[in-house]
């Protein structure tokens, strides 16, 4: 393994969840690898998501809950850019086998990769109480 490999996966920590023998291998990449790093990247995703809020003009702390929840999950599921944004930040922390294995079934792991971050900001809600930019 390669220095880059060796650090990131030091650097990224161990396994979060549950791995079984019965674990698909989706869920195993899901808890080897996207975890640890949605978890190292907590602070950039909110970040990246208060960054979203000003560009677009959007009045967040006017919100009801219900409709900041909503203006999560939309923010991540339609806006493509901001979408592809929050994917480089995951994508760029895979070793080169982890990529390797990514390509191989992008799309399932990409629905679960957003899925895992929308909750993860969803349960943050309350960072995102901020004054005006």
């Known amino acids: 393994m390669d220095q880059r490999d060796t650090f990131l996966k030091e650097f990224r920590g161990e396994t979060i969840g549950t791995i079984s023998g019965q674990s698909s291998s989706d869920e195993l990449f899901q ?24 560009k677009n003009r959007i009045d967040f702390n006017a ?23 929050l994917k480089g930040m995951i994508i760029a922390l895979f070793t080169i086998d982890e990529y390797a294995l ?4 992008s799309s399932s792991l990409n629905k ?22």
């Open 112 to 133: 679960r990769m957003m899925g895992m971050l929308i909750e993860q900001l969803k349960s943050q809600v309350q960072l995102f109480e901020f004054n005006k930019i």
């Open 102 to 105: 990514y390509i191989k079934n």
């Open 31 to 54: 808890n080897q690898v996207l975890r640890p790093i949605l978890k190292l990247q907590n602070d950039l995703f909110i970040a990246s998501f208060i960054n979203h809020l000003g």
């Open 63 to 85: 919100f009801s809950v219900e409709k900041k929840l909503t203006t999560i999950e939309n923010a991540i599921q339609k806006d493509i850019k901001f979408r592809n944004a």
